[in-house]
């Protein structure tokens, strides 16, 4: 049972546009959220995080974004660039500190 | 910053036999180290959690005897699999935690192809 889903393995953005990516869960016990991004043959890099008893945080050109009422969460890169594109995982981090990720999407920003 | 390596990066072996994954945490000391396993174009799915001194807690639906998971410090955690098959091929990524952080630190992946 995935309680992490993105919903979009894939997304296409110009470069200089803005690119969103989504995420969902199912679990309310989730209480931190962080998004991750992967290169092939890499393992992920962190990239961005927040706590649930906030709704945003941005971190230079990555702003994340969380509904809890929604149980969803975006993550916005503004402006795009092409070393952006990777495939980025969002995960929920239980209190027992145990990640569960998402099945990723893959960006590719076309210059 | 916190480094964590894996070795090797990528090992090819024939059916049958067994295969080490080494994953430390070069500049950091960590109590806890996570052993994921990635399918293609699936997520990474978490294996087994292993904390320093003490036996492995394994996900639902893995083999603890295929896959021998072993903490022996705060700085090295490894990962056998026994007998593999090709079905076990794959990507598997590790990650260590920091004492009393929130996130987890991920090592480069080990490809591992079974012929």
């Known amino acids: 049972d995935q309680q992490v889903k993105q919903n979009s393995p894939s997304l296409s953005v110009q470069e200089g546009r803005i690119s969103i990516l989504n995420c969902d869960y199912t679990?309310?016990?989730?209480?931190?959220f962080l998004w991750y991004k992967k290169y092939p043959a890499e393992g992920p890099t962190f990239l961005i995080s927040?706590?649930?008893?906030?709704d945003k945080n941005e971190d230079g050109r990555f702003t994340v974004f969380l509904n809890k009422s929604a149980k969803h969460l975006s993550l916005h890169i503004v402006p795009s660039q092409p070393g952006d594109s990777a495939v980025y995982f969002c995960?929920?981090?239980?209190?027992?500190?145990?990640?569960?990720f998402g099945t990723g999407t893959r960006l590719t920003v076309i210059p | 910053g916190a480094v964590v390596s894996q070795h090797p990066s990528w090992v090819i072996c024939k059916s049958g036999t067994s295969v080490k994954i080494e994953c430390r945490s070069l500049d950091f000391q960590a109590t806890t180290m996570f052993w994921y396993r990635q399918f293609p174009k699936q997520s990474l799915m978490l294996m087994a959690t292993?904390?320093?001194?003490?036996?492995?807690?394994?996900e639902q639906g893995v083999e603890k005897d295929k896959f021998l998971i072993n903490h022996a410090s705060l700085t090295l955690s490894t990962l056998t699999v026994t007998s593999a098959h090709p079905e076990d091929s794959s990507f598997y990524i590790c990650s260590a935690r920091k004492d009393s952080s929130n996130w987890q630190f991920f090592g480069p992946g080990t490809r591992l192809t079974v012929l």
């Open positions: 679990n309310s016990m989730f209480d931190y």
């Open positions: 927040i706590s649930s008893i906030k």
């Open positions: 292993s904390n320093e001194g003490s036996k492995a807690t394994y």
């Open positions: 995960a929920a981090l239980t209190g027992a500190n145990n990640l569960f």
